[in-house]
């Protein structure tokens, strides 16, 4: 294992920021700091192209970091990711300084310490940091580069407090993230004010603990029952139109069945009863069957013939049997028995 990857003991390197993802990363006024091994600052060339694990580029970034939130984030993530191998330390004004300088704080600086403590990119807080860097305090945390956006800070009396580092080659710049910031968050709160009122009077809150007069704790408790009533009346009219809706889908689904199940009629007593219909044939055939019975069957002209002894019939024993021929030969046939039945008579 290369040397540059043991500490003092002989013992492997970790991560200089290992510990800040198990434990919050530790105030520089509780680390133990040689201050007679010499320290030089490495150029921003000599940072760029990397430094031993022994030696990282210890970037400074500084802030208030009230109400912390996603930008403040952002900004210490640039910062940390400036060069290869980086050392965060950041510093986080109190609050006697900020509200002189700044503004009042809705986070007091204990719990602004424990916020950054606990952001994932930070190696080291500064308590009670300066407003304006000084070549001492520089010099006693070892800070090779400054890390800020790049507009003019304009604080105390001066145009741009970072102006000095600049000009000394020792400032980093980062990007603002866009949409978000503290005054943007406390201006959303402002202008909803009466809505957050509300909603802390109804988690339990005392009027007292949220400066709410007596006029408007019972106001805003007026506004609260108001709200639900329009709410249960929403809920009921969104209920109802769900009704009817459902009542619609099944009329439709209804008169969809309907207008099937008459198609499926129609169809079946046309097939039935239609002009081609079983009812038709059934007649046919019925009427086939009928005629069938009621007419005398004919023997089939394949089938063998059988002498049959002639049927009686009446004749007259003195006529001659001759077979007809034509109506003229049976009109005189007929003259023939005449005149034979009335010769016999005479005689």
């Given at each position: 294992m290369?040397?540059?990857?043991l500490?003092?003991?002989?013992?492997?390197?970790?991560?200089?920021?290992?510990?800040?993802?198990?434990?919050?990363?530790?105030?520089?006024?509780?680390?133990?700091?040689?201050?007679?091994?010499?320290?030089?600052?490495?150029?921003?060339?000599?940072?760029?192209?990397?430094?031993?694990?022994?030696?990282?580029?210890?970037?400074?970034?500084?802030?208030?970091?009230?109400?912390?939130?996603?930008?403040?984030?952002?900004?210490?993530?640039?910062?940390?990711?400036?060069?290869?191998?980086?050392?965060?330390?950041?510093?986080?004004?109190?609050?006697?300084?900020t509200?002189?300088?700044?503004?009042?704080?809705?986070?007091?600086?204990?719990?602004?310490?424990?916020?950054?403590?606990?952001?994932?990119?930070?190696?080291?807080?500064?308590?009670?940091?300066?407003?304006?860097?000084?070549?001492?305090?520089?010099?006693?945390?070892?800070?090779?580069?400054?890390?800020?956006?790049?507009?003019?800070?304009?604080?105390?009396?001066?145009?741009?407090?970072?102006?000095?580092?600049?000009?000394?080659?020792?400032?980093?710049?980062?990007?603002?993230?866009?949409?978000?910031?503290?005054?943007?968050?406390?201006?959303?709160?402002?202008?909803?004010?009466?809505?957050?009122a509300?909603?802390?009077?109804?988690?339990?809150?005392?009027?007292?603990?949220?400066?709410?007069?007596?006029?408007?704790?019972?106001?805003?408790?007026?506004?609260e029952?108001v709200?639900?009533?329009?709410?249960?009346?929403?809920d009921?009219?969104?209920?109802?139109k769900?009704?009817?809706?459902?009542?619609e889908?099944?009329?439709?689904?209804?008169?969809?069945?309907?207008?099937?199940?008459s198609?499926?009629?129609?169809?079946?007593?046309?097939?039935?009863f239609?002009?081609?219909?079983?009812?038709?044939?059934?007649?046919?055939?019925?009427?086939?069957?009928?005629?069938?019975?009621?007419?005398?069957?004919?023997?089939?002209?394949?089938?063998?013939?059988?002498?049959?002894?002639?049927?009686?019939?009446?004749?007259?024993?003195?006529?001659?049997?001759?077979?007809?021929?034509?109506?003229a030969?049976l009109?005189?046939?007929?003259?023939a028995?005449?005149?034979?039945?009335?010769?016999?008579?005479?005689?």
């Amino acid at each position: 294992m290369p040397r540059n990857c043991l500490d003092s003991d002989g013992e492997p390197l970790t991560h200089h920021n290992s510990w800040g993802l198990r434990e919050p990363a530790p105030f520089s006024d509780e680390l133990k700091v040689d201050y007679n091994k010499p320290y030089i600052r490495v150029t921003y060339e000599e940072a760029l192209g990397g430094t031993p694990l022994d030696r990282p580029v210890r970037v400074y970034a500084d802030g208030i970091f009230d109400l912390f939130h996603s930008g403040h984030a952002r900004a210490l993530m640039q910062a940390k990711s400036l060069f290869p191998n980086t050392y965060l330390i950041v510093g986080v004004c109190s609050d006697e300084l900020t509200h002189n300088l700044k503004g009042f704080t809705v986070m007091n600086e204990n719990e602004r310490y424990d916020a950054v403590q606990h952001c994932r990119y930070v190696d080291e807080v500064v308590r009670n940091a300066p407003w304006t860097l000084t070549p001492e305090f520089l010099a006693e945390h070892r800070i090779d580069f400054v890390a800020h956006d790049d507009i003019p800070y304009s604080s105390a009396g001066s145009d741009d407090v970072y102006k000095h580092i600049k000009e000394a080659g020792m400032f980093a710049p980062t990007q603002r993230t866009e949409g978000i910031s503290t005054s943007d968050i406390i201006t959303r709160i402002v202008r909803d004010y009466d809505v957050y009122a509300r909603r802390n009077l109804q988690r339990g809150y005392t009027a007292k603990e949220l400066n709410v007069s007596f006029i408007n704790e019972k106001k805003y408790h007026l506004q609260e029952r108001v709200d639900k009533v329009k709410k249960r009346v929403k809920d009921v009219e969104e209920k109802s139109k769900e009704f009817v809706q459902k009542v619609e889908e099944k009329s439709i689904d209804l008169i969809q069945k309907w207008e099937e199940k008459s198609r499926e009629f129609i169809g079946n007593f046309l097939e039935m009863f239609g002009p081609e219909g079983a009812l038709k044939h059934m007649l046919k055939e019925g009427k086939g069957r009928m005629l069938q019975a009621i007419s005398p069957k004919q023997s089939p002209s394949s089938s063998p013939t059988h002498d049959r002894s002639p049927s009686p019939s009446f004749r007259w024993p003195f006529t001659a049997r001759t077979p007809p021929s034509s109506p003229a030969s049976l009109s005189r046939n007929k003259s023939a028995v005449t005149y034979d039945i009335s010769e016999d008579e005479e005689d």
